[in-house]
């Protein structure tokens, strides 16, 4: 069965940071476009940031631009965000997701993935 499990969520004052991680089972990660999106309160989820399977593509929305980094490790079937300099702004839940790709070097922003992880909680406040 094909699981995505998140972790590395936690609580940080603003301009920390943290280190999300996702999990990969019951797949090759290398054969899927990985990407983390994020849903606050009372608010439509969005995308942070996706990578493309060969990792050499990546993607961000611009409320996180210069702040965050995605990378994969396809032999390890794990995905990281960094996430520095942190804001209250970026409190949300946040979900990693993948969908199958035949193509190695591209990734999407649009929330249409097939594979979703159970999310994991970034709360950032003095």
């Known amino acids: 069965q094909l699981m995505l499990v998140e972790s590395g969520g936690g609580s940080v004052q603003p301009g920390g940071s943290l280190r999300l991680s996702c999990a990969a089972s019951?797949?090759?990660?290398?054969?899927?476009?990985i990407g983390w999106f994020r849903q606050a309160p009372g608010k439509e989820r969005e995308a942070a940031s996706c990578?493309?399977?060969?990792?050499?593509?990546?993607d961000y929305a611009d409320s996180v631009k210069g702040r965050f980094t995605i990378s994969r490790d396809n032999a390890k079937n794990a995905v990281y965000l960094q996430m520095n300099s942190l804001k209250p702004e970026d409190t949300a839940v946040y979900y990693c997701?993948?969908?199958?790709?035949?193509?190695?070097?591209?990734?999407?922003?649009?929330?249409?993935?097939?594979?979703w992880g159970q999310g994991t909680q970034v709360t950032v406040s003095s």
């Open positions: 997701a993948a969908y199958r790709s035949y193509f190695r070097t591209s990734c999407k922003m649009s929330p249409d993935y097939n594979y």
């Open positions: 019951g797949f090759a990660l290398d054969d899927y476009v």
């Open positions: 990578v493309s399977r060969s990792g050499g593509r990546t």
